[in-house]
């Protein structure tokens, strides 16, 4: 995916992203929706989050928690705040254990709850974005805190990237349901 370098087209890649995963979900039967992943995770690249996210609800709970994180930094960064993206104690060099922990937390959060939780907090992604301007996002110093990513660095990282990285575990599942029909 290109860099992108003004709102709207920061807008458009998540909500672009954003319909490609539910039209794929939408694609499969309510309780093939609701079940475990079907394909093997040793198959995918060594990626630790094939052995983590077991269903979609885990997947749909990532995104949401990835949506919470932005949510965060900008108020702390709107009020003053040099705040890190990461809560204490996490870096980019432990960040798994983070994934790891919003995994467990939403163990036990229905299917059900997980869509209309991430359909909201999409939603305020892109209310979010469309409140600042493109300086205010694609500045990194747009609150004068010496910040190292821009705000639409980390808006991309957890709608359009994050949806992208979603798609590929729905198209492992759809290709394993394909395959044993």
């Given at each position: 995916?290109?860099?992108?370098?003004?709102?709207?087209?920061?807008?458009?890649?998540?909500?672009?992203?954003?319909?490609?995963?539910?039209?794929?979900?939408?694609?499969?039967?309510?309780?093939?929706?609701?079940?475990?992943?079907?394909?093997?995770?040793?198959?995918?690249?060594?990626?630790?989050?094939?052995?983590?996210?077991?269903?979609?609800?885990?997947?749909?709970?990532?995104?949401?928690?990835?949506?919470?994180?932005?949510?965060?930094?900008?108020?702390?960064?709107?009020?003053?705040?040099?705040?890190?993206?990461?809560?204490?104690?996490?870096?980019?060099?432990?960040?798994?254990?983070?994934?790891?922990?919003?995994?467990?937390?939403?163990?036990?959060?229905?299917?059900?709850?997980?869509?209309?939780?991430?359909?909201?907090?999409?939603t305020q992604?892109?209310?979010?974005?469309?409140?600042?301007?493109d300086a205010?996002?694609?500045?990194?110093?747009?609150?004068?805190?010496?910040?190292?990513?821009?705000?639409?660095?980390?808006?991309?990282?957890?709608?359009?990237?994050?949806?992208?990285?979603?798609?590929?575990?729905?198209?492992?599942?759809?290709?394993?349901?394909?395959?044993?029909?």
């Amino acid at each position: 995916m290109a860099k992108v370098a003004t709102k709207a087209e920061l807008i458009k890649n998540a909500n672009d992203n954003w319909d490609k995963m539910w039209n794929m979900i939408n694609m499969l039967t309510k309780e093939q929706q609701e079940q475990n992943f079907t394909y093997d995770p040793d198959a995918q690249d060594n990626a630790f989050h094939w052995k983590r996210d077991k269903n979609l609800r885990d997947v749909l709970m990532h995104l949401y928690e990835w949506h919470q994180l932005v949510f965060k930094w900008v108020e702390n960064n709107e009020a003053g705040k040099a705040a890190s993206f990461l809560p204490p104690g996490i870096t980019w060099a432990n960040y798994q254990k983070m994934n790891v922990d919003f995994f467990e937390k939403h163990q036990i959060t229905s299917y059900e709850e997980a869509k209309q939780m991430v359909r909201e907090s999409h939603t305020q992604m892109i209310a979010l974005m469309e409140r600042h301007s493109d300086a205010e996002l694609f500045n990194k110093n747009a609150y004068n805190l010496g910040l190292r990513s821009s705000i639409a660095e980390y808006c991309r990282a957890a709608t359009s990237s994050h949806y992208d990285w979603a798609l590929k575990k729905l198209k492992a599942y759809h290709k394993v349901l394909k395959e044993n029909s």
